[in-house]
């Protein structure tokens, strides 16, 4: 930036230490290519392997080294910054699944949810015009690896039977007090429940932490058997023991009466394609 500057850089000592680098470097190029050089394909390949992975993982601008099997090696640099990237390998490809988009809401799924994969989503309309939340199930591919291959009729069947583990994840579309939200669900559970385990709607509104929720807020709810974890929105964990409870939420999304007939229809079809 100055005349200073410019001579200390320009000065002897500054080029002695230059050259020093340099051949610093070019002595580590050497022995690197020698060991590649007595190296198995085996470990070239892995280690070829191994910086692909670690470069398609990190999705910033990143210099990876490459190398063949006669031993010779380059640098190449990687700026992949996209989850739906695909790289080439010996032996496949590595392929990161994009998110799924609510159509309704625009609100993205994960592929994964919990350890269970998307099979469908949809939307959670009030009053016929005012979209409450986007909602998405998730299911367990081995435990659908039989119904997979029946009819819808046989599907929707076994998405009312809480035997077969699901994730039920809500994100809101807009603002709701957490009153309005929890009553919609209790309304909508109750009846289904027969006058049995009434006092689970008491937990589950104990479940969720009081404030508005707010859009973009995500509850979960992980059903197993007579067992739904619920996350609530603030990222609190509680558990509901109730075979009746359980069942009555199956019925609420996936029943004759779901209260998105969208999302049941598309869980329907995702499932035949697990």
């Known amino acids: 930036r100055n005349n200073t500057n410019r001579a200390l850089f320009c000065s002897p000592a500054a080029t002695m230490l230059s050259n020093r680098v340099v051949a610093t470097a070019r002595r580590s190029a050497t022995n690197y290519s020698r060991h590649l050089a007595t190296a198995s394909t085996q470990e070239i390949g892995a280690g070829r392997n191994a910086a692909l992975l670690l470069s398609g993982?990190?999705?910033?601008?990143?210099?990876?080294?490459?190398?063949?099997?006669?031993?010779?090696?380059s640098l190449r640099k990687s700026s992949t910054a996209k989850c739906d990237i695909q790289r080439k390998q010996s032996g496949g490809d590595i392929v990161m699944l994009a998110p799924t988009k609510e159509p309704a809401t625009g609100i993205l799924f994960p592929r994964l949810c919990n350890g269970m994969t998307f099979v469908g989503c949809g939307v959670r309309v009030k009053w016929g015009f005012v979209k409450v939340y986007a909602v998405g199930t998730y299911m367990d591919p081995i435990a659908m690896a039989a119904i997979k291959k029946e009819g819808p009729k046989e599907i929707s069947e076994a998405l009312l039977d809480p035997m077969y583990p699901r994730v039920i994840r809500i994100v809101m579309n807009r603002s709701l007090s957490i009153d309005k939200y929890t009553k919609a669900i209790v309304e909508a559970?109750?009846?289904?429940?027969?006058?049995?385990?009434?006092d689970k709607l008491e937990e589950f509104k104990k479940l969720n932490p009081p404030g508005d929720l707010v859009e973009g807020a995500e509850m979960e709810m992980t059903i197993r058997g007579d067992t739904m974890l619920y996350k609530n929105s603030a990222g609190g964990v509680g558990a509901i023991t109730s075979s009746v409870f359980c069942r009555a939420m199956c019925d609420v999304y996936y029943g004759a009466d779901a209260v998105s007939p969208a999302h049941k229809e598309e869980v329907v079809k995702g499932v035949k394609s697990l």
């Open 57 to 73: 993982a990190m999705g910033c601008a990143t210099l990876i080294a490459v190398s063949s099997a006669d031993g010779t090696s």
């Open 189 to 198: 559970l109750e009846p289904r429940m027969n006058g049995e385990d009434l």
